[in-house]
Nanobody, 115 residues
């Protein structure tokens, strides 16, 4: 079983910065990805960024060059810079697990508001 506990989030002005952190426990493997999803009102949940334990990262096109994901073992953080109003959403820490990394786990979500 995997548990994910998020911290960070809040309100920030357009152009500002914010950092999210997530601490995982349980069966989190370095070969499986951890990262962040977000969901804005009326929109589907989307993958923002992910990383394997050895630093293989992926980013959504909308955040490339602005967001930085970092991972150390079962901890993952998301540094968000040059924030835009469209970045406003609930951000969820995510971890894949299991033998083929098919099992998905989610944190409780943290609100990020950019205005």
């Amino acid at each position: 079983h995997v548990q994910l506990v998020e911290s960070g989030g809040g309100s920030v002005q357009i152009g500002g910065s914010l950092k999210l952190s997530c601490a995982g426990s349980g069966a989190i493997f370095s070969s499986c990805r951890m990262g962040w999803y977000r969901q804005a009102p009326g929109k589907e949940r989307e993958l923002v960024a992910s990383s394997t334990g050895d630093g293989n990262t992926q980013y959504a096109d909308s955040v490339k060059g602005r967001f930085i994901i970092s991972r150390y073992n079962a901890k993952v953080s998301l540094e968000m810079n040059s924030l835009k109003s469209e970045d406003t959403a609930v951000y969820y820490c995510w971890a894949s697990s299991g033998g083929y990394c098919y099992d998905n786990y989610w944190g409780q979500g943290t609100q990020v508001t950019v205005s």
